[in-house]
Structure formats: C-alpha cells, structure tokens
C-alpha cells in the first residue's frame, strides 16, 4: 500500500529522480554553459545528501513496499556517503569535462549511478538488490568508457563491461537458485532457508551470490578488471567508482548476510576471511610495482577492499556490532581520502615523477597529498587509522583463530603498503621539481575540493562518536 | 584545561604561521612568539602546581569511545612535567638555533610546531591510544623535516628513520591493542600494575611494547637509524631530535610499560640494564673513533641515553629518579653541543675534529661553552648530568651489579673521548691559518646555547628543582611495582 510516508521514505531516490532529468534536459537547451549544469548536478548530489541527513535527523525508519525497501539508520549513512561522493566528482568532472562537450551526459550518469547506489543500500529483495546494482553499474561501464581521446579509457571501459556482465550472470544465477529453494526473494525469508544445514542447492547458490560481490568490489581472484577499468577512466570516475557503489555494495552484502543467512555464519565468515587476505596482499604487491599513479591507487582500492572485507570476517560472536561499525567507519574513512587522492592526479599527473617537487612549487596540494597519503597507509590521527583501528578492534574480540590472521595480515600490509604511499610522499617533499612550476589555470572547484577532503581526513577523529552511536542503532548486527 | 591549551597552541601556530607573508624577520619573530607560549604555560604550571604533582593533575577526561573505553585523557604527573618543560623549551631553542634553515622556512616552523604537538601530547597523555597517536604525531614532521631540509645524504636519512621507527611503532601499538582488550580499558591510571592480567599475559604483552619502545631510543642494536639521521639534519632539527625524541622511548618505559605491567617486563629487566650498559659503552666507544664532531655528539648523545635505561630497569627509587632526571639533563646537553657542533661548522667550514684545533683563542664563547657542555657530557659534579647518571648508577648498582659497576666505567670512557675531543678542537695549536679570522659565536647563536648551558648549572646545583616535582611521580611507579 501506498501511503504519503512511502514518498518521505523515498524522499532522496525522488530526489535524485528529479535532478537527473532535469540536468538532462538543461543540457540538451544550454550545451555550452557547462558552469550552469555542473552545478545543477551538484546541487542535486547536495539535495540527496540533505534529505537522507534529515531523514536521519529525524529518526525516520520503516519498511515499505511490502518489505522489500527499507529505511533504516544503517541505509541512510550509506546514502550520505554515496551522495557526499557525488558531490567532490561532480565538482571534478565539471572541469574535465570541459573539452569534449558531452558534460550534461557525463553527469547525468553520475547522477544515475547514485540513484542506484541509494536504492542499493535500501534494498530487501534480492531481485531488487540485483535490479539496483545493475541501475549502479550499467551507467558506470559508460563512465569508464567516456575519455573518448584516450585509447585506455575505451579499453578499460570494454573489459570493465565484459567481466561486469559475467558477474552480474553469476550473481544473479546464484540469486536465483537461492530463490528457487526459498520460494521467496525476501531476506526475512532466506534466512529461514539459511538455518540449519545447507542444501547443496542452497550451498551453491551462496558461493554464486558471493563470487558475484567479489567482483563487485573487486575482491581478488576477481579484481582483474579493476587496474585497467580505473587507469582508463576520467580521474572523476575513477575517485567516485572506487568508492561510492563500492562502499554501497559492501553495504547491501552486510544486510544480505547478516539479515538473510545469520544462521550460515560460519560458511561465509570463513569465506570472507580466505577474500580478506588474498585481496590484501594481492592489491598491495601489485600496487608496489606501479609507476603510474592512478594505477597504483588502483590496485590501492583492491587492498582496501581487503581491508573491509577483513572486518566482514570478524562478524562473529560479541564481535559482530563492533564489525558492522568498522565497516561503517572505514567507508566514510575510505571515501574521504580516496576521492582526495584520485583528485589530485586531475591536478599534478599520473606520473610519479610529475610530483616531484610539488612542496615547493604548491605547498598546499602537496601537503594535502601527504594526508592522503598517510592516511592511507594507516598512520593516525588521520581517517584511514581509524577504519584499521576498528576492524583490529572487532577482530581481536572475536575469538577466532582465523579472524586473529587476517588481522595479522592487514597490520603485515600496512606495513607493505609503506613504500608505495611514502613514495609519493618522498617524491613531493624530497626531490627538485621537474615541471615548470607554472600553475595551469582553472581548476578552481576541483582544488577546492581537494582542500575540503584534506580537511575531512584530518579532522575524521570528531566524526567517529556520531558514526558508532549511529551505527548502535543501525538495527543490524 | 590548561594542559590541553598547552599540547594544542604550537597547532594553532603552525596554522598562524602558515598564514603569513613569505617574509624571514617577521616569519622568525612570529616563530619565536608561538614557541614562547607553551614554555611559559609550562612554567606557570611548575609554579603554581609543581609541588603537588602526586596524581597526574589539570586533568582532562572525556570517554571518546565508550564501547572500547579510549578516552581523551591527559594530566601531567611528575614523571612527565619535566620533559614536559624540556620540550616547550627545547622547541624555542631549535626556533632560536633555525639560522641554518633558509628555505621554505614557514614550512619549516610549521612543521616542527606539528612535531611539538606530538611530543607534549606524548607526556601528557593518560590512555593508552591517545599515548599512540601523539607518539605517532611526531613520525611524518621528524621525517620531513631531515628530508627537506637535511643535507645530501638526507633522504636516505629520511627514509630509514621512517621504516625504522614505523615498524617500532606498530609493534608497540600490537602490544597496546592487546593490553586493552584483554583488560578492558585503555585508561592508564585503571592499567596500573597490569589491570587485572595473570603473569603470562603481562609477559606477552610487555614484550612488543618493549620492543618498540627500544626501537625509539634506540638502544643498541636497534640503532641503525641513529647516524645518518642526526648527521645529515640541520642543527635546529638536532636539538629536537638528540633531546627530545628517544625519550618518548624512555618515558614510555617508566610511564607505560614498567607500571602498567610489572610482572611482564620483570624478566625483561636485567637485559634492560644491560642494553644501558652497552649503549654507555659501545656509544663511548664508536664516538671515540668518529672523525665528524657532529657524529661523535651523536654516540656521545646515544651513550648517555644508557644510563635513563639503567637506572628504569632498577626499579627503585634512587635509579628511577636518575632516570627521570636523566632525560631533562641528556636534553640538555646534547642540544647545546648540537648547537655549538653547528657554530663550529660555520665559521670553519668544517666539522673533522682533525682539521679543527686552537679554537679557544678566535672563538672564546662558543669554545667556552664546547667545554661546559663536554663536562657535563662526561658527568662532572657541579652539572647537572652527574646528578642523575650518579644516581641511575647507583640505583642500577643496587638492582644488577655487574652492570652498574660496567656503566661506571662508562663513565671513564666518555671522559676519554671528550677530553680528547676538547684538546684537538678547542686547545691545542691552530691548525689553519684561516682559522685565525674565525669570529666567535653571533647573537642568535648565544642566545641558543646560553640558556642550555645556565641550566645544565642551575640543575647541578640544585638538582631538587626537578627532583622535588617529580619524585612523587616515581614513588607512584614504585608503588605500583609492588602492588603487581
């Protein structure tokens, strides 16, 4: 039944809705000012920001649509994350965009993606779950693609697309087979399905369900397509991709496990613990070998996925709340300095070399570079401490011999992860510069940007009492 | 509140400098001023609440995370007041001796004011992760300020001092990560003699701790960062560097890991001694041999640190007070010979001990002072670092014999090579013509060493200036060592 509070509970989809067509058509009337639809489109990503912060504010809760789409504390975090990404690559893609003319299309599909990502994260049903993250990944194979002047882009965007469909088959086979021995799509029914011993149909199903998330977040074995699919894209794309369907699916994979197969813990703790290390020191052996920047973060974004799925792990035992808030905090610690640092490539280069000497040339950036850096490695105060802080946390409390190494493992990689972070770091404070220290113009917005997420991931230690408290009452865990 | 006004203000001015005009007399001054206010707080704080430093007091305590019990906690007992002191006052000193800096110098305030927030905040701190985080705070501005602003061989420098220190660091943070689940809480003052773990646990958790810690100092042999580090950074680095940060190493031995687990570093102990011991003796011995003043101020400087590991590793009150002492006076000490290693340097325009000679005629203050501050390096009565290497020795003696009889001929040995030091540098024949139109020390550089040297007296004089604030400090540690 359809009543006035389906449409409060749906306030930032509507929204969303809203902005991407009308940003569509501003654009096809008013082509050349690209100032004016940027910032409609930013706007639209601070309309979805503030109506799930005033849905939080105001405590709204409830299922509807027969439970299949919910509001919850844990659902509206993650649509402020997703929107608060949108908003830096919105402000990014307005200056890169500039050259080829097509930016109403661009942000459109940015827009598209979010309205995606925040029915994702609201998302009960399985069906619906698939439905919302292809929603999320259809627009994002075009985003990968759009840097029509580069040969990578064109390539990253058609290897992005193939190994996309095949995950999306074998997530949705795996959907379907679970569904099959269910009878029901419903989470609350699964979990009836998922207690007790697994049929092997059952069994089947999970592992597809799960494989299918591996791709999505890139988790290894299953990353392959993430280097070429992030070096190819626009800087913009690549900061958003890396993070906001990112940390939604991650998201909608907590509410799948925890609320549609709690009793099935044991098969999948362990199979998230064996994608925890592997990722792990998959992505940073990788990313130790890059010269080039934006692959270098690229492979970064496949160890942090490492990293969240470590806390995945840890969802046992008294544990469990403790994993949820990690989870929690290391997305919006993730966000902050990832996007920070793929911005800046917009700005500097994607050679290491091209940072060289940005101390003296442009003080500012290079120190914002440095948090990002840092943080990324994990060295306190800044954001990234605090996601590793949380998952060591809730892995030491959950009493399992298995979590206890992947916790080993994440400390051992952030210890690896030293160099190729620190090598950035060295390279802007250390060494002469090699450019002209002559400032391109423009790029007002994006440096803005920058300075703002500098700031987050500095200040991210008054952030962390609001993230636990909420995720207290996030209702899942 | 007002320790919190304290460990923050140098962030503030960090912010204020950066905001300023890219222009050296003012930037100096304003440098000046910023580092002016926290050693002034400091001595406010010594006198108006210096005698009743008992508990760690001007507390503040808010529960940060309730769910794991990580607070913002910070107080100031008498274990961490003086170095407390000695960093707001050391800090001045750098901002004073930062003559030799003359690049980027804005940045460079900024960046060590940054460190300072870490440092005050690491003596400060009352929770075991907050004591972390500040400890933490001081890695990336220490090792941007050798890498930026060293000399050649200063990334490499940079480079090791990060790895070394960094791997240090998250080994401790393992060892705290553990001492707080398995007790609950990561409050120290609720950790005091273990927090409620059996023997066995202590044991595992102390050893990590212990390990970092060490790393910090460093004690020998962990101390393949030491060298090319204080050689290669400009002097205004070195005195932050030699006074300051081996001793978040030591004061987190007598803060955190000796009272907060004395059953698990109990067997730790006589190898403790022991690594004072063979700092003292292998530091004389490799300064001995070093033909670069700056480096032979560096062992010298690494030599003496053994005696604050002696007299911790005593667990009395005679040793646990020389080695609280120690820490101010070594702070001292080694920061005015850093500071007079680099007047040598630039009016020579050398620093081989070899090529030096006869500086006491040209150079009557800085030489002068180089004397002073080599006798108290080598611990004559009058200066304050007898006061406290006598009475980690003795305190050390009562504990293990045989490495406090050895730490006492350590003594013997540094006189060797600082005597032999001041009669090749300052005395002797004038090796170089050139050396006949060296002028003496300048204003500024005055103004660095002076008040180093007036206070290396003052203390050896009356040492109960400090011992009398910080005894009550350690009668706690005692007290807590044998409630475990």
Redesign the interface.
Known sequence: MVTGLTFVALLPELVAVGFLILVLMVGVFFERSIGLVAGLAALGALAVFGSAAGLLAAGFSGEFFGGGFVVDNFALYFKLIVAGSAFFAVLAAARWSGGTGDAPEYLTLILSVVLGSILLVSMRDLFGIFLAIELATIPSYAMVAFDRKRRESAEGGMKYLITGVVASSVLLYGIVLIYGVTGSALLSDVSQTFSGSLTPVALLGLVLLLSGFAFKVSAAPFHFWTPDAYQGAPTSAAAFLSVAPKAATFAVLLRILLEGMPEARPTWTAVMAFLAILTMFVGNLAALRQRNVRRMLAYSSVAHSGYILAAFAALQGQAT??AVEAVLIYSAAYAVMNIGAFLVIDLVGEDGKSFNGL??TR?ALAASM?VFM?SLVG???FSG?WGK?WI??SG??SGSVLVYVVVGAL?VN??LS?PYY?GII?NM??EKPTLDAAEPPGGGALKFSVYVLALLTALFFLL??PI?ALAGGSGLG | MITTITIFFPLLGAILLLLLPEEERPLRYAALAVAAVPLLLTLYIYFAYGSGLEVPSLTQDFTWIGSLDIGYRVGLDGLGFGMFFLTALLTLIAVVASYDVRENLKQYFAILFIAEVGMLGVFASEDLILFYIFFEITLIPMYLLVGIWGDENRRQAAIKFFVYTFLGSTVMLAGFLAFGILAGTYAMESLTSGGGLGRTAQIAVAAPILFGLLIKVPAVPLHGWLLDVYVSSPISTNVVLSGILPKLGTYGLIKVAIPLLPQGVQPFLPYLAAFGVINIVYGAFVAFLQPDLKALVAYSSIGTLGFILLGAASGNAVGLNGAVLQQVTHGLYSALLFVLVGVIATRTGTRKVRELGGLAARMPWAGGLLVLGAMAAMGLPGLAVFVSEFMSIMGGYDAFPVQGVLAALGIVLSAMYLLYMLARVVFGPVERPAYEAVEDAGPMEMAAAVPLAVLLVLFGIFPALLVSVQRPGVEAVISAIGGG
């Open positions: 709340g403790q101390f003296r003080p440095g840092a060295i306190p105060p401490f802080a060591i946390f030491a409390q400390v952030s210890v030293v620190f060295r404070f250390f962390i009492v636990s």
